[in-house]
């Protein structure tokens, strides 16, 4: 066999393979003996009769077709052997030139991860940052523990801070057209809680059930979302229901209402230690974040755009998935962000593609230099914690399929490769 490789780009390249006659026998063989049970000879059990008769009973048309594609197959294989290519994808495979059985030649257009050359990435050093907890902190969990179990009751008054209040209201430009994101029913929001925009709270002091206002207030410079970032928007509000809410003595008795607590000492003890893990966790997920970034930085790798462009479906799945669960469309997130989709794949998802395509690829090659394996050990004990936490059938079916146990392997391997940078980066 002959093969030529000739580079396209850094991940693309097209590999020119001739076939010799003594291969192209060796294919043949393997291909009747693989027919050879959809043949049936008087005399001769299931498989057993000479390759030659076989031959003679097989439709032509057939035979030459198993051949080629098993020739094709043997041989493609056998040139990634040879080129030490890794393909992220099926190749494009062109006959040039084929008889039955004896001449083969054809192309064959593949991506491929392409040289990934690594930073000294046992010399990158961070420091990780330490997490704290106040008696704020505290304080402001137990406050909302108050306000979740807070007693509320309808009031025939005006409402004034502290009250919940139930609302309808829409926003409206300065045309009058209707604002998007600028809505909603049935709303409810605690006056002086500070949780919808700057200057919309206090309007609604001294609001009655079932009495309207309509007022402008403008949304901060800084708004998550961009259409409405320092916009004047003109609401009209209608008041369904007011109540007064109740929240009940931080003490010993809320305490012990709260969990397995004597005193609220033990609770806000309880309290500081959950915190502690969660910002710890959260830091330390942080701090492996910008490794990864940083190494992928120093690192010089060019990602296949097949899989950015499988990277970018994924992560619009999963943002379409979110937006469904939070009740909005893909079109109003991207009218409420003030792009359209075009500018939205180009700018946002394929930046944020390529770069978790880069930093898995830098993993990889990382893993491989530091000969990192997973055990069947290793496997069957997430696989089986996997199950314990997904009891649905469903679910249960989906892990014993072999792409999932490959896509549980590759997330061990990942974090056994993270596990490793941060040992070297934080030995000093």
Do not use: C, W
């Amino acid at each position: 066999m002959q093969v030529k490789k000739m580079d396209v780009s850094d991940t693309e390249i097209t590999l020119a393979i001739n076939a010799s006659a003594t291969e192209l026998d060796g294919v043949k063989t393997a291909t009747l003996k693989r027919l050879a049970g959809q043949v049936k000879l008087a005399g001769f059990r299931e498989g057993k009769a000479p390759l030659a008769l076989i031959e003679k009973n097989l439709d032509p048309s057939q035979l030459q077709s198993e051949f080629l594609n098993d020739a094709v197959n043997q041989l493609y294989g056998a040139a990634l052997e040879q080129y030490a290519v890794r393909p992220v994808d099926q190749p494009k495979v062109n006959i040039i030139k084929f008889v039955p059985f004896s001449t083969l030649e054809f192309t064959a257009d593949l991506a491929i991860v392409g040289d990934v050359k690594l930073p000294d990435y046992k010399k990158i050093k961070k420091s990780k940052k330490s997490v704290s907890v106040t008696d704020k902190d505290v304080t402001d969990v137990v406050t909302d523990l108050q306000k979740r179990v807070a007693q509320k009751s309808d009031v025939d008054r005006a409402a004034k801070n502290g009250d919940e209040v139930r609302i309808d209201f829409q926003g409206t430009g300065s045309k009058g057209e209707k604002v998007q994101g600028a809505d909603g029913k049935d709303f409810p929001i605690i006056i002086g809680s500070n949780t919808f925009i700057p200057g919309f709270e206090p309007n609604l002091i001294g609001m009655k059930a079932s009495e309207q206002k309509t007022f402008t207030v403008p949304f901060p410079k800084d708004y998550g979302v961009k259409a409405l970032a320092g916009k004047k928007v003109t609401f009209q509000v209608t008041v369904k229901k007011v109540q007064e809410v109740i929240e009940p003595k931080a003490d010993d008795e809320f305490a012990a209402s709260a969990g397995p607590f004597k005193t609220m000492a033990e609770l806000k003890a309880d309290i500081k230690k959950q915190l502690v893990v969660e910002r710890q966790n959260e830091a330390d997920r942080a701090y492996e974040n910008e490794l990864i970034q940083e190494i992928t930085a120093k690192s010089k790798v060019s990602a296949p755009q097949v899989l950015i462009d499988r990277q970018v479906e994924r992560m619009l799945k999963e943002l379409r998935q979110n937006l469904t669960y939070r009740g909005q469309t893909y079109q109003e997130f991207l009218e409420a962000q003030g792009t359209t989709e075009e500018k939205y794949l180009k700018e946002v998802l394929q930046p944020q593609a390529e770069l978790r395509v880069k930093a898995g690829l830098v993993l990889s090659e990382i893993a491989e230099a530091e000969k990192l394996e997973i055990t069947k050990a290793d496997l069957d004990n997430r696989l089986q914690a996997l199950k314990a936490q997904y009891q649905d059938a469903a679910m249960q079916t989906e892990l014993d399929k072999p792409e999932a146990r490959n896509e549980v392997a590759s997330r061990i391997i990942t974090e056994k490769t993270i596990t490793k940078l941060v040992a070297y980066s934080s030995t000093k």
